[in-house]
């Protein structure tokens, strides 16, 4: 069983509060990293193999080198809590469970960037986990650990899917339309206001302060060779029990499975989507594979935001795929030609064949359009769109023919 590490007090009694964070160790990480160096905290994320847990899996540490040495103005420490991804729900039980472990983490990251002001942005529809953290921000501030060397605003987004990818963060950040940027400038050289900025997920933070409380050797150890630590997987679909795991990020994703109780439904696997709604499909026959960054992408799919949704054999692929076109549809910004117009077309598409009325062309179709399309956008958006449309037709292709032949 591995050791919990982020859940570790989501079953206690008001985990929530300042008092209970404290009883569990908490704010003895900051005490220890307000006397070192920042460069000797970024080496530490850096050893410690601690990947961004919210879609990229991008080395924490390493992000957080990139801020100029130079720089003499302010620079910004922005959280990514606008979980929007479809089958994810991690982030709202750190924010609503455990909030000081995020703001323990924020103060540690702060000092490791030399950031003064920092940001935390919460998906707009999160009404619970944003009244906890921002509770917890007023706690943290009467207790004088916020206000004397780092200030947080906590910001509510307005429902946009697109506010998940970092440069469309922060223009809404801004006050702007959510639209994503153009990179490079990225925003560690130039992010918000206009000033070097750290975007960072809840749950990448939440880890900082175990990192630097009990070391770099040991956290690598609980993960893989390229990724080091756990992390919390948001398991749904057709287990038996649905719900967070925590688990090293060496676990296979048919272990995974068995932690949720198994499959439920007919019991016999089809298929998993191992990262939220955007990572390619796997088969029943391709689960024998590790839950790490480097794992999946050679499995051809991606850790994305560990979103696991579980497909038994009675689940109509057609249908699946026409609910992940139509989101995608419906969320994309329309900056760029290729996804705005793909997007909804792909959905028109995917309604037809699921209504009997679809054409042989049509599959074709879908994929020539994906793959091209693919790459030449503004932002990963459609990036990812493509990777359900492609795949679940690529992998279950006879599903779709079935249904055009009738």
Request: glycine letters at 12%.
């Amino acid at each position: 069983m591995t050791e919990k590490i982020l859940t570790r007090n989501f079953d206690r009694a008001d985990a929530h509060t300042l008092a209970v964070y404290r009883e569990t160790g908490g704010y003895t990480a900051w005490e220890k990293a307000r006397a070192m160096e920042p460069a000797a905290i970024t080496d530490e994320v850096k050893k410690a193999n601690l990947r961004g847990l919210g879609g990229a899996g991008f080395p924490t540490g390493m992000k957080w080198s990139f801020v100029p040495k130079n720089h003499t103005g302010p620079v910004y420490l922005v959280i990514n809590a606008d979980e929007g991804e479809p089958g994810t729900f991690k982030d709202r039980y750190l924010l609503e469970r455990d909030p000081h472990a995020l703001i323990e983490g924020m103060l540690i990251a702060a000092r490791a960037i030399r950031c003064e002001k920092a940001f935390v942005y919460i998906r707009g529809e999160y009404v619970e986990p944003h009244r906890r953290f921002a509770a917890a921000v007023k706690d943290a501030y009467d207790a004088g650990l916020l206000g004397a060397g780092l200030d947080i605003v906590v910001h509510r987004g307005a429902g946009a899917y697109i506010c998940g990818e970092e440069t469309g963060l922060i223009s809404s950040l801004e006050g702007k339309k959510g639209w994503p940027k153009v990179k490079p400038p990225f925003p560690a050289i130039k992010g918000a206001f206009g000033m070097p900025t750290i975007v960072n997920n809840v749950e990448t933070i939440a880890q900082v302060p175990h990192i630097i409380n009990r070391g770099a050797p040991w956290f690598a150890g609980l993960g893989t060779k390229t990724m080091g630590g756990t992390r919390i997987y948001s398991v749904s679909g057709r287990v038996k029990r649905p719900g967070i795991y925590e688990e090293s990020v060496g676990i296979t994703l048919r272990q995974l499975i068995d932690r949720a109780g198994g499959v439920s439904g007919n019991g016999r696997l089809k298929g998993v989507v191992p990262g939220g709604s955007s990572a390619p499909i796997l088969r029943a026959d391709e689960i024998d594979v590790t839950m790490d960054v480097d794992g999946l992408r050679n499995a051809g799919t991606m850790a994305g935001s560990a979103g696991v949704i579980v497909f038994d054999e009675t689940v109509s692929v057609p249908e699946a795929l026409m609910v992940v076109a139509r989101f995608y549809a419906h969320e994309s910004c329309g900056q760029c030609t290729p996804c705005r117009e793909s997007t909804g077309w792909i959905y028109k598409m995917s309604e037809r064949i699921l209504a009997g009325h679809g054409r042989k062309e049509d599959l074709d179709t879908i994929l020539d359009v994906s793959k091209r399309g693919a790459g030449t956008t503004i932002c990963a958006f459609y990036d990812g769109a493509v990777g359900p449309y492609i795949s679940y037709i690529e992998k279950f292709r006879d599903e779709f023919e079935v249904l055009i032949r009738k």
